[in-house]
């Protein structure tokens, strides 16, 4: 029996992972951190949860959970884990950290985009970006996981083989991605009331996200170069869904079997990431629930342009369940174990 | 291995059974009945599907199917299935109906509402009314069950304990219900475009809903004498979720912990009805995508009313999982196999 | 030029009277009170207004304001005005006040339902309850109105002419309403966020609401005694409208002429009640953006009930717009000055 | 009184376009055309207009009509009014069509992308494009206007005046647009259910869509060479709003002030378009119900990308409320006679 603590558990991807644990075998969720919540029962919070988990929230550090668990969800907001985290709490449990602070390896680039000092520099290093499909083998035996940002996972897993392939120019991507509210948080914040993002769109940290030097840190690894993206994110109003539509230059002429090929190549074994059929386009509600990532794409030849269109659920595949696939890998685990959801419709 | 043929195969209900069917141990699904999408692979038409099932849309008769099936699901329109089943086909395969063909016992009354002549009349007294936690003995045995619909479900369950030990005065009950929009069905209707019910709700049929002889009839039981309700359903914004609110005068002036060992009474042991905590209300965001029906209930000193509020997920407990939950009761399989699926929030 | 001031000018009903009253003819916004927002350009807060309003947010006290302004909107919590309001200040200057705290005469019920002790009784009397279309005459020579809530303006006018002809036995009503999310308010709370509310439907304050002795004292004096009413309130997810749905015993059986007879005695020559054709149900979304209340009923024989029907925009005749149209009144503008929106479908 | 007749009068945008004209002054509804509605009173579609207009749709010829109306709107699918319309009938009577008929100059563009034949390629010549801000005077004497599409107002107008001044690279736009559902139009088909799109985003006829040429030609006379764009269109679950995200090259490095320099040098004057201030993104829910359309834009130094973002109503400014501003030009009304709505938030 592995034992689970969720610190942030509060929260829409916290309380995400302990839903899906609670239908993992094998394992058994021991802390639900949250300090606001402390002391409440669970399933008065998450009243889905009512009769199904039993457990109160507790106020419990980080440094004493690990003597208690095998492995820990961090599901914080970006700061926290770094400066608490030392090579002594890896030693006794691992960790799949829900935030950015392990995902980019240059230091100088997070302290710039975040606006915080990292304080444990040293484990950067041994940190492995959770991008599960790219990175299984370090995954299975990492200590430290930086689980990607919904916004990343969709963005880099729909252009990867193209770039790893360097089919498209390196510089050309513009990613347009849009975003469910659930992506904002669970904090008590006028901008995310249902009267002020229903029935609206919005671009929002147009030219300044900070997804955008995880997507490029990523994508230059594919390409074997740094390189920049231009990425763009939006809100619009549903609960759940990243639907990104990357736009860019072909090296040259491609057709349209050349293409479905290189995603093959890369994906066809994948349990959770489909290409569509030819013209079909991914709707976010189709992978709504589940950890699928579906991919789309279209060759334009009038533009010398190819269009890549990846959806997925940010709170799943671009959070909670990509964050449990991990957990299974590291844990030896089949791969699906707990989240073969299938996405529902409507 | 259980042969499974559904008839109204991608209408909302219909594409819920096979949804769920295709996580469900020991069962096969073996045709996917639909006349208008005939030849089409279904995975196109429920994207959610694709890579996990690959059959086509087929147009066969339930004559032809019954002899290769175990069961069929029917989530076909009023009217169809009373037209065409007979003994000899419920010799051959077991049937659950998701229509009211065979809901009501006296057969006036359903031509009366449904404005239909029932063509098999014969079989009214053998089809068992498939609500689960109420007629479990009567569905192992059954042949044919006619499923409820969802507001009835939910109106009735919510109300059935109090019925039964004739604590409310039996023709006070007024119910109103909302509902999600899929209840109206996946049929091409300007009534149902996005533009024409987001952002606006509506009561409707007011006074002439077909479901009110279906609560009265099984209330009726319940009580031991005919009575009569006041039900009016509301369409809101969303997609899924039944919320039922029933006001009753009490007969007497009754504590919260008599209503309450009431409810424990009938329902402490149900794996799928939740009698919420004291003064909780439920919602229908913490039962959706799940076979559960949640229970509060408040009594009103002032007025002398009893306040019960009920809500489940239409196309679950309120059809598709429902359904399941029969269909396991039928074949011998746990009553929770493969309909144990845990609210999903947000 | 009538110089107007509103305090809760950040508030969502506070924002519409802004936005209402700059389209109404001599009439100048001369103060926009907030303390949280103070100092910022209103233009930024409300950015639909952008170029369009070019006044910053202040803070500064009611006295203070009653020597530069003729009339001075409260849009403000409970409990504020009653706190800080006196007859000199209304001998300089009108209020509508659009909180609870003058809307019901008895100060023990006001203290008990809102759990606040009233520092101005003593005002009471004086003010009026803003039903326009129930107390034109009084509101026309007030100093103070009380402006109804949004339930309790949807609830009462549509069963005033009923109860005031004494057709619906005095106790028997039964009101269940569904708001949208506007009326829960602008905080900052987890409650109303995005993903807290949207795709849910929930019944709240069962038994409780504070509107409720405002609903029945305004009807027990159409009725001409006291009387009580069952009222539920439940959210529904969308921006605006409230649909109240009421059951009523009538005293005897009646005939729908009969019932409209009597509504057109006292709603047919009202600008903005109007009575739906036979057997229509209202919907919110046609009456979104305007001043109007449509009304429509059905008598069922079966249970000798009427079952009434009232859609009205919360923001709007709800609040804002009633408001403005009280203010009309005082002043001496046509009564549908600033106020003639036509609903906006879709 | 200028009598007016509208043709496809129960769609979205032909009964946006009574909506207006039953505020506008001097102005006339003469005839409300609709086929599939013919002699039903329109207050019974629109609810809303309930009281408001009374009078019946009608099957009424283009022809007869031009003999007694002095402006029809054409509010009609594609193919419809090159197929009907001829200079006799232009000499009688003025239209402002909503299709794109008369959009495009060069016809075998038209046919190509329209997949239709054109019947009056003659009149191609003589129609002007409507988009007021661009052609006005052109407009003033026009007899035939042919309405731009949502997208393309928003796309171009936001563009236009950094291609006029040849600011960006000429092939480099890239233009990724979302719209609400009203832009599907009112058929009945599954598509647009409110289940099938609450609660999703998709892209669509990607690389394909109509709105691709228009948009090209109109920015290419700005330019003053033929040029290409990228346009994908996106569908997401909110009734009105269109927010353009368009990502170009900068011919070179240029400065916040520079930029918004020709920005005011074309729109400062401008009533109905807002320049916002530095680094606030447009949202729809600000332009919701009005005619304005908003425009932001960041400078990326990063990439040496601008991001431009223009936000409108797909029913206003994107249909409707243009073709009244046209129509106000063409008769010599003030422009924003019967437009001038403040925009609704929430």
């Not at 802390?31 to 199904?52: C, M, W």
Request: proline residues 3%; glycine residues 8%.
């Amino acid at each position: 029996m592995i034992r689970v603590g969720i610190i942030g558990s509060t929260g829409y991807a916290g309380a995400e992972i302990a839903r899906l644990l609670l239908g993992h075998k094998d394992t058994e969720i021991r802390f639900l951190v949250s300090r606001s919540f402390a002391g409440q029962p669970y399933e008065d919070i998450f009243r889905n949860l009512f009769t199904i988990i039993e457990k109160d929230c507790e106020d419990i550090s980080l440094k004493e959970m690990a003597d208690e668990a095998d492995v820990i969800f961090t599901a914080t907001p970006q700061g926290y884990l770094q400066g608490v985290l030392s090579g002594d709490i890896l030693d006794k449990c691992r960790i799949i950290d829900m935030s950015a602070d392990y995902r980019i390896k240059d230091v100088s680039v997070y302290e710039k985009w975040y606006s915080l000092e990292h304080h444990s520099p040293e484990l950067l290093n041994e940190a492995v970006y959770g991008l599960t499909e790219v990175n299984r083998d370090a995954i299975r035996k990492a200590r430290l996981i930086a689980n990607p940002g919904c916004y990343t996972t969709c963005s880099i897993l729909t252009a990867y083989p193209l770039m790893k392939e360097h089919l498209i120019e390196r510089d050309s991507l513009i990613i347009n991605a849009l975003s469910g509210v659930s992506g904002a948080g669970r904090g008590a914040k006028i901008a995310n009331l249902f009267c002020e993002v229903n029935e609206s769109a919005k671009a929002y940290s147009v030219a300044t996200h900070r997804h955008t030097p995880e997507i490029e840190e990523q994508l230059g690894l594919a390409y074997g170069e740094d390189l920049t993206v231009q990425f763009t994110p939006h809100l619009v109003p549903m609960h759940r869904g990243i639907l990104a539509t990357e736009v860019a230059k072909t090296v040259r002429k491609v057709s349209y079997e050349e293409i479905k090929d290189v995603y093959d190549k890369y994906y066809a074994k994948e349990r959770f990431i489909r290409v569509l059929k030819k013209d079909m386009c991914p709707e976010t509600r189709f992978v709504e629930g589940s950890n699928y990532l579906d991919i789309g794409f279209k060759i334009d030849e009038r533009t010398g342009n190819i269009i890549l269109m990846g959806a997925l659920d940010n709170l799943e595949k671009g959070a909670a369940s990509q964050a449990v696939q991990n957990f299974n890998v590291m844990f030896g685990f089949a791969e699906e174990e707990g989240i073969d959801m299938i996405p529902m419709v409507p």
